[in-house]
């Protein structure tokens, strides 16, 4: 139990040190032990994507893998997302189209999208929503989410990006 | 936000408001119970049975006690001794109520941590506190409990056969409640009927399913006798109260918070024992203690819903007219029924719906069984209720050839009868009154909103000339919202100015912070930036109720309003002294009190509470004690009713059985809307429950009572990919019944998703002559239509 490890990570640019058994969660090593609790904790089996955080580039489960698999890492999480005291375009769109209630899933969110709008190279109304279905939301139905994601892949990719190439398609909303 | 947000008619209210929670939650710097951490936290974890039934022999905490790192243990013995269980009545209902539904309850208290015997796969037989949660876990490894299995009674109707085993022996029977009621004639008018059709419904097990599990965390100071209870739970007070009585101290020496919750839907909206067991936990051990549910936890654990069976029979004549409806049904209660009677009561007053008919009986058993306790989930009883009304409905559109739609105009209570008597008292006592509504207008608009019934039935026509099966569901529903007993709101005038407000709502995510705002602003008239919200929090407002059964909207804004008007009462006796002018000559105008049409007498909020302050030098007149606050409790007169019309158009395909959902229309009406935007939310959001609960969500239970569904691998929770476009209309007639005509809105959005979708797949089947009359609707089911012909 007290055999533990020191684990140096790269969290939104800072360099973070803490200990961790070799059984600790990434996720419970972020929270508990960096005290970064921005990242949530929904299921601890991988389906639910609260504690989806970008681990040197890609998003990945932090549920899904032990704290000495990341030591030397560099991870992104919600808590960077912000610059400057202002926030990044994303959490400005999800606040504009109500894209959240209760905020426990947003953190998980806001790294999937960054991820697909980032890291993926389809754009499409039908690629947002299959993407976005990484992560659960219990409070929205997803409409603002999926609103404010297809808007700041607009704004970063274009209107083409976004466009539905399937125009016998309703737009959801 | 600025002044520019303000409507130049009325100010805030009706304004789609930026939420003022949303900041905290998108910089991740929210505070939700997980993220607490106090100095020498310990956490705790619980034992939980893994039989549905069983006796307990004996529960050995000892090894557990002995390893490194645990600082306590306790079995059922233990906590038996210590702590009484929790009154089984956490909702008290009304003499009126009893008096004019006959009822037989027998409810049973809920033990915190049995001691004889475990009735459901999940409750709690020990539990550990250690320096960590996984040291906590490994505990809970080394506990080994002695169970001897009995005979599970694994579902309703099991646990009324003659020969069923009790489940609480003391009881003497299985049914913690039977309903009766009647209006009319009742089940007798059924002689005099044209004809009659009969079915049975199933509404399957789900439940709210929040992202965030629930999770209590408690700290006891020794010096002031106080403990502080932080708690995923949207009735503070009520956890408040429980606490306090378990713990034998009184209610002014606990304080309940929920901090930030991340979502509710009625599954935190009564008080569990982790509340109670936790706070406990605190005090003897003398360090703050935290416990985070787990998913699989929450899943076994926390209060699952629906799960009735409803045996039903419609009369109607030659034209359609429904002339008596009769019905007898089943609530699978679980193991213990923490809110009671209260998900059978509202069914037995929703069912009748916006149709006018005039014999209506029902009767229920509120059953017990070894199942996880049942409690109030979105639209708690409606869904249920709806799903066999609405399904009922269709079955007579079938049987005389009608266009479903215009069975249901033809029984429909016009907007000229309103308000309507229904005939039946309502949960609060009350005779039920409709309020106001054009029930009518909203189904025509929801038929609008899909091309209209004709070019829908047209399309329908050609489709299955080319071989494709498109169907039109529909389903209506009322619902009495914004429920009594209580709700509690102090409102002061800070010596800055400002003006605080705080309610005893308990928000998960709706958004109160910025309603209760925009109501304040404008009774104030301020900037919405001088109003600060306080939700939530037992040490803010003496006595409150909580965020269940979509009421807040409505209850906290009939508190904020009484709190306010009284001390707009002693602002404008202190500004009339100040400015030596006649209260009636006076005004609120531009954060203050002002003469009217002179610009220049004017004195600020700040300058009026400098003047309220008790001491030396203030300027109140006589007779007006010192102070700008009130407390105040807004106890309304009965519900607000609100109404929805759902029309959904899918296509199913008969090679696979699968349901593709075209388009999904809700015109639904919740009176006056403070926030458009968030009620446009709320009821999208209500709209996807409810399609999980039609299609995906189920907590299967196999017949040894053993749930099979303990994981999202299992539990199918809706995604962004199953969401069809969804359409929401806002039809806003005020209710008279509250000075801002609002009614509530939270859980509208869940209750007919599950029979509009059975709906729309047998009307598409209807070449297969399919009825679907339970839930969830399964592709499998549907596709057994096909290989029936």
Same mark, same amino acid.
């Given at each position: 139990?007290?055999?533990?490890?020191?684990?140096?990570?790269?969290?939104?640019?800072?360099?973070?040190?803490?200990?961790?058994?070799?059984?600790?969660?990434?996720?419970?090593?972020?929270?508990?032990?960096?005290?970064?609790?921005?990242?949530?904790?929904?299921?601890?089996?991988?389906?639910?994507?609260?504690?989806?955080?970008?681990?040197?580039?890609?998003?990945?489960?932090?549920?899904?893998?032990?704290?000495?698999?990341?030591?030397?890492?560099?991870?992104?999480?919600?808590?960077?997302?912000?610059?400057?005291?202002?926030?990044?375009?994303?959490?400005?769109?999800?606040?504009?189209?109500?894209?959240?209630?209760?905020?426990?899933?947003?953190?998980?969110?806001?790294?999937?999208?960054?991820?697909?709008?980032?890291?993926?190279?389809?754009?499409?109304?039908?690629?947002?929503?299959?993407?976005?279905?990484?992560?659960?939301?219990?409070?929205?139905?997803?409409?603002?989410?999926?609103?404010?994601?297809?808007?700041?892949?607009?704004?970063?990719?274009?209107?083409?990006?976004?466009?539905?190439?399937?125009?016998?398609?309703?737009?959801?909303? | 936000?600025?002044?520019?947000?303000?409507?130049?008619?009325?100010?805030?209210?009706?304004?789609?408001?930026?939420?003022?929670?949303?900041?905290?939650?998108?910089?991740?710097?929210?505070?939700?119970?997980?993220?607490?951490?106090?100095?020498?936290?310990?956490?705790?974890?619980?034992?939980?049975?893994?039989?549905?039934?069983?006796?307990?022999?004996?529960?050995?905490?000892?090894?557990?006690?002995?390893?490194?790192?645990?600082?306590?243990?306790?079995?059922?013995?233990?906590?038996?001794?210590?702590?009484?269980?929790?009154?089984?009545?956490?909702?008290?209902?009304?003499?009126?109520?009893?008096?004019?539904?006959?009822?037989?309850?027998?409810?049973?208290?809920?033990?915190?941590?049995?001691?004889?015997?475990?009735?459901?796969?999940?409750?709690?037989?020990?539990?550990?506190?250690?320096?960590?949660?996984?040291?906590?876990?490994?505990?809970?490894?080394?506990?080994?409990?002695?169970?001897?299995?009995?005979?599970?009674?694994?579902?309703?109707?099991?646990?009324?056969?003659?020969?069923?085993?009790?489940?609480?022996?003391?009881?003497?029977?299985?049914?913690?409640?039977?309903?009766?009621?009647?209006?009319?004639?009742?089940?007798?008018?059924?002689?005099?009927?044209?004809?009659?059709?009969?079915?049975?419904?199933?509404?399957?097990?789900?439940?709210?399913?929040?992202?965030?599990?629930?999770?209590?965390?408690?700290?006891?100071?020794?010096?002031?006798?106080?403990?502080?209870?932080?708690?995923?739970?949207?009735?503070?007070?009520?956890?408040?109260?429980?606490?306090?009585?378990?713990?034998?101290?009184?209610?002014?020496?606990?304080?309940?918070?929920?901090?930030?919750?991340?979502?509710?839907?009625?599954?935190?909206?009564?008080?569990?024992?982790?509340?109670?067991?936790?706070?406990?936990?605190?005090?003897?051990?003398?360090?703050?203690?935290?416990?985070?549910?787990?998913?699989?936890?929450?899943?076994?654990?926390?209060?699952?819903?629906?799960?009735?069976?409803?045996?039903?029979?419609?009369?109607?004549?030659?034209?359609?007219?429904?002339?008596?409806?009769?019905?007898?049904?089943?609530?699978?209660?679980?193991?213990?029924?923490?809110?009671?009677?209260?998900?059978?009561?509202?069914?037995?007053?929703?069912?009748?719906?916006?149709?006018?008919?005039?014999?209506?009986?029902?009767?229920?058993?509120?059953?017990?069984?070894?199942?996880?306790?049942?409690?109030?989930?979105?639209?708690?009883?409606?869904?249920?209720?709806?799903?066999?009304?609405?399904?009922?409905?269709?079955?007579?559109?079938?049987?005389?050839?009608?266009?479903?739609?215009?069975?249901?105009?033809?029984?429909?209570?016009?907007?000229?009868?309103?308000?309507?008597?229904?005939?039946?008292?309502?949960?609060?006592?009350?005779?039920?009154?409709?309020?106001?509504?054009?029930?009518?207008?909203?189904?025509?608009?929801?038929?609008?909103?899909?091309?209209?019934?004709?070019?829908?039935?047209?399309?329908?026509?050609?489709?299955?000339?080319?071989?494709?099966?498109?169907?039109?569901?529909?389903?209506?529903?009322?619902?009495?919202?914004?429920?009594?007993?209580?709700?509690?709101?102090?409102?002061?005038?800070?010596?800055?100015?400002?003006?605080?407000?705080?309610?005893?709502?308990?928000?998960?995510?709706?958004?109160?912070?910025?309603?209760?705002?925009?109501?304040?602003?404008?009774?104030?008239?301020?900037?919405?930036?001088?109003?600060?919200?306080?939700?939530?929090?037992?040490?803010?407002?003496?006595?409150?109720?909580?965020?269940?059964?979509?009421?807040?909207?409505?209850?906290?804004?009939?508190?904020?309003?009484?709190?306010?008007?009284?001390?707009?009462?002693?602002?404008?006796?202190?500004?009339?002294?100040?400015?030596?002018?006649?209260?009636?000559?006076?005004? $609120?105008?531009?954060? /203050? !009190?002002?003469?009217? =049409?002179?610009?220049?007498?004017?004195?600020?909020?700040?300058? *009026? &509470?400098? %003047?309220?302050?008790?001491?030396?030098?203030?300027?109140?007149?006589?007779?007006?004690?010192?102070?700008?606050?009130?407390?105040?409790?807004?106890?309304?007169?009965?519900?607000?009713?609100?109404?929805?019309?759902?029309?959904?158009?899918?296509?199913?395909?008969?090679?696979?059985?699968?349901?593709?959902?075209?388009?999904?229309?809700?015109?639904?009406?919740?009176?006056?809307?403070?926030?458009?935007?968030?009620?446009?939310?709320?009821?999208?959001?209500?709209?996807?429950?409810?399609?999980?609960?039609?299609?995906?969500?189920?907590?299967?239970?196999?017949?040894?009572?053993?749930?099979?569904?303990?994981?999202?691998?299992?539990?199918?929770?809706?995604?962004?990919?199953?969401?069809?476009?969804?359409?929401?209309?806002?039809?806003?007639?005020?209710?008279? $019944?509250?000075?801002? /005509? !609002?009614?509530?809105? =939270?859980?509208?959005?869940?209750?007919?998703?599950?029979?509009? *979708? &059975?709906? %729309?797949?047998?009307?598409?089947?209807?070449?297969?002559?399919?009825?679907?009359?339970?839930?969830?609707?399964?592709?499998?089911?549907?596709?057994?239509?096909?290989?029936?012909?």
């Amino acid at each position: 139990m007290t055999d533990t490890r020191k684990i140096t990570v790269t969290v939104n640019g800072e360099r973070l040190t803490g200990a961790a058994e070799p059984r600790m969660l990434l996720v419970d090593f972020l929270r508990d032990e960096l005290r970064r609790t921005g990242t949530h904790v929904g299921c601890e089996h991988g389906v639910c994507g609260a504690c989806t955080v970008i681990i040197d580039g890609d998003a990945a489960r932090s549920c899904l893998m032990f704290a000495v698999q990341a030591d030397g890492a560099e991870i992104s999480t919600i808590e960077g997302l912000a610059a400057n005291g202002e926030m990044h375009p994303l959490q400005k769109l999800f606040s504009e189209h109500h894209a959240l209630q209760c905020g426990f899933c947003t953190p998980g969110m806001l790294m999937t999208a960054m991820d697909l709008v980032h890291n993926s190279k389809d754009h499409s109304p039908e690629a947002i929503r299959t993407g976005m279905s990484a992560a659960l939301c219990r409070c929205t139905g997803y409409v603002g989410i999926i609103e404010a994601v297809t808007e700041y892949a607009r704004q970063v990719h274009g209107d083409a990006a976004v466009a539905d190439r399937d125009s016998g398609e309703n737009s959801h909303g | 936000m600025d002044d520019g947000v303000r409507r130049e008619t009325g100010g805030y209210i009706g304004q789609s408001v930026p939420r003022r929670e949303d900041k905290n939650l998108l910089l991740g710097q929210a505070n939700f119970v997980a993220d607490m951490q106090l100095p020498g936290m310990v956490h705790a974890a619980f034992a939980r049975s893994p039989l549905p039934h069983a006796k307990i022999l004996s529960v050995d905490v000892t090894a557990a006690r002995a390893m490194e790192g645990v600082v306590f243990a306790a079995s059922g013995d233990d906590v038996m001794v210590a702590l009484p269980p929790i009154n089984g009545m956490q909702v008290v209902t009304p003499q009126g109520w009893r008096d004019r539904v006959d009822t037989d309850i027998l409810i049973p208290d809920q033990p915190l941590i049995p001691n004889d015997k475990l009735r459901y796969v999940g409750e709690a037989y020990a539990l550990v506190v250690a320096d960590s949660r996984y040291i906590a876990e490994d505990a809970l490894e080394l506990i080994e409990p002695d169970l001897e299995p009995l005979q599970p009674l694994a579902d309703a109707e099991s646990a009324l056969a003659d020969d069923a085993p009790l489940l609480h022996e003391h009881l003497g029977r299985n049914v913690a409640a039977f309903l009766h009621t009647k209006k009319g004639a009742g089940g007798a008018a059924m002689e005099n009927v044209p004809h009659r059709i009969s079915r049975r419904f199933v509404h399957h097990r789900y439940a709210a399913m929040p992202m965030e599990c629930r999770g209590v965390v408690a700290d006891y100071d020794t010096r002031t006798d106080t403990l502080n209870v932080w708690s995923s739970t949207q009735v503070v007070h009520w956890v408040r109260r429980e606490v306090a009585t378990a713990l034998g101290m009184p209610e002014e020496r606990v304080r309940c918070i929920a901090p930030d919750v991340g979502g509710g839907f009625g599954g935190k909206g009564h008080v569990y024992p982790e509340d109670i067991l936790v706070a406990w936990l605190a005090r003897e051990i003398g360090r703050p203690v935290k416990w985070i549910e787990d998913r699989h936890e929450h899943i076994l654990n926390a209060a699952h819903s629906r799960d009735n069976i409803y045996d039903v029979e419609i009369g109607f004549d030659d034209e359609g007219k429904i002339l008596a409806l009769t019905s007898s049904f089943l609530v699978d209660s679980g193991a213990y029924t923490p809110v009671g009677a209260g998900i059978a009561g509202n069914s037995i007053a929703h069912m009748l719906g916006p149709y006018h008919i005039e014999n209506y009986e029902t009767d229920c058993r509120v059953v017990l069984t070894n199942r996880t306790p049942n409690a109030p989930y979105r639209g708690a009883g409606r869904p249920e209720v709806g799903f066999a009304m609405e399904r009922s409905v269709d079955l007579v559109a079938n049987y005389l050839g009608l266009d479903p739609a215009e069975v249901r105009f033809r029984n429909m209570i016009p907007p000229e009868d309103m308000p309507y008597e229904v005939g039946l008292t309502y949960r609060d006592g009350v005779p039920m009154v409709y309020d106001s509504g054009d029930y009518p207008k909203a189904l025509r608009r929801a038929l609008e909103e899909l091309g209209g019934l004709e070019a829908i039935r047209k399309r329908q026509k050609e489709a299955l000339a080319e071989g494709r099966y498109i169907g039109l569901g529909l389903g209506c529903y009322v619902e009495g919202t914004g429920v009594g007993p209580f709700e509690g709101a102090t409102v002061k005038i800070d010596p800055t100015g400002k003006i605080m407000v705080a309610a005893g709502a308990c928000p998960q995510g709706q958004g109160h912070e910025t309603i209760f705002a925009q109501f304040a602003a404008d009774m104030w008239q301020v900037p919405i930036e001088d109003v600060y919200v306080t939700v939530a929090d037992t040490g803010h407002v003496s006595q409150g109720y909580g965020t269940i059964a979509s009421r807040s909207t409505v209850t906290a804004s009939g508190a904020i309003k009484l709190a306010t008007d009284e001390v707009h009462q002693k602002v404008f006796a202190i500004a009339a002294n100040m400015l030596e002018t006649a209260e009636a000559d006076l005004e $609120l105008r531009d954060a /203050g !009190v002002g003469v009217k =049409g002179v610009p220049d007498m004017h004195l600020s909020y700040r300058d *009026i &509470a400098t %003047a309220a302050k008790p001491g030396w030098g203030h300027q109140r007149p006589e007779g007006v004690v010192a102070g700008l606050e009130s407390t105040s409790y807004y106890e309304p007169p009965t519900v607000t009713w609100s109404y929805a019309a759902n029309a959904s158009l899918v296509e199913v395909d008969v090679e696979t059985g699968q349901i593709r959902i075209e388009k999904y229309v809700e015109v639904h009406d919740a009176g006056v809307l403070v926030n458009p935007k968030l009620a446009d939310g709320q009821v999208k959001g209500g709209l996807v429950q409810g399609l999980g609960g039609a299609l995906l969500e189920e907590l299967a239970y196999d017949d040894q009572g053993q749930l099979l569904t303990g994981s999202f691998a299992d539990y199918l929770m809706p995604t962004a990919s199953d969401v069809p476009p969804l359409s929401v209309v806002h039809q806003e007639t005020p209710s008279p $019944l509250n000075a801002f /005509g !609002v009614k509530g809105l =939270g859980e509208g959005g869940a209750i007919a998703p599950p029979v509009v *979708i &059975a709906n %729309a797949v047998c009307d598409a089947l209807r070449p297969f002559r399919a009825e679907l009359n339970s839930t969830p609707v399964r592709w499998s089911q549907v596709a057994a239509f096909f290989d029936r012909d």
